[in-house]
């Protein structure tokens, strides 16, 4: 497996724009998470999905984002307008549905920046 | 309420000596208990984890890490240092009664000096 693939691996957008990153998680994962990472806030979870439905979006930190999950092997995560605060590395998960479980493992992450 | 807290920002040692990473957590249930590493440009990639059983949890890389129920804690250890080892580490913890997603600390960047 080729593990889980975020799209594009840099994004670089004006202040206003809408951005979408993507992720497809590892087949056969029932979970799938974004994360958020910055210096000073460290990794936040945003939200995350379960068989595609999402489950807790508590994390998600205001109406701008957006995340879908149309399918078991897509979800994409939209900020619009974007503004130069969101600039961040946003990492995608996914981990499988295990009694054990199991780890998630990640994305190499889609570094935004907004200008 | 979950939590987990990584005092050090950073840890310096010098290549072959033991190094060790702190982590202590806060549940309200029996913790699952994570430790992730991140080198410069990469996604985290998981290390090793507490679920239940033996305290000492054998991991990645030759790392392990003890959990401690009375101190709440889950250091990360490694016997001897390799320069390669410098990345930033990550603890997560996961309440089972309260979701499923990990709550990760802040984490604390490892350099070894040769």
């Known amino acids: 497996d080729a593990g889980v693939i975020q799209s594009p691996r840099h994004e670089v957008t004006e202040m206003g724009q809408e951005v979408t990153l993507r992720c497809k998680p590892i087949?056969?994962?029932?979970?799938l998470f974004w994360y958020r990472q910055t210096m000073m806030r460290g990794l936040e979870l945003l939200i995350y999905?379960?068989?595609?439905?999402?489950?807790?979006d508590s994390g998600m930190p205001e109406d701008r984002f957006s995340a879908k999950m149309p399918n078991a092997s897509f979800s994409t995560l939209k900020i619009q307008p974007s503004e130069p605060r969101d600039s961040a590395v946003y990492f995608c998960?996914?981990?499988?549905?295990?009694?054990?479980?199991?780890?998630?493992?990640f994305g190499q992450g889609t570094r935004l920046t907004v200008v | 309420a979950q939590s987990v807290a990584q005092p050090e920002d950073q840890v310096n040692v010098a290549e072959g000596n033991p190094l060790t990473v702190k982590c202590t957590y806060s549940?309200?249930?029996?913790?699952?208990l994570f430790w992730y590493v991140q080198y410069p440009n990469r996604g985290l990639q998981f290390l090793l984890k507490?679920?239940?059983?033996?305290?000492l949890v054998k991991g990645s890389y030759g790392f392990e890490a003890e959990f401690n129920k009375s101190q709440t804690s889950f250091h990360l250890k490694k016997p001897s240092a390799l320069v390669s080892d410098s990345a930033l580490y990550f603890c997560?913890?996961?309440?089972?009664?309260?979701?499923?997603?990990?709550?990760f600390g802040k984490g604390t960047s490892l350099l070894v000096t040769p």
């Open positions: 507490y679920i239940t059983g033996d305290n």
């Open positions: 087949s056969g994962h029932d979970y």
């Open positions: 549940v309200s249930g029996n913790p699952y």
């Open positions: 999905f379960n068989n595609n439905v999402p489950i807790d």
């Open positions: 997560a913890v996961r309440d089972p009664n309260s979701g499923y997603a990990l709550n």
């Open positions: 998960a996914s981990r499988r549905r295990d009694l054990t479980n199991t780890e998630a493992f």
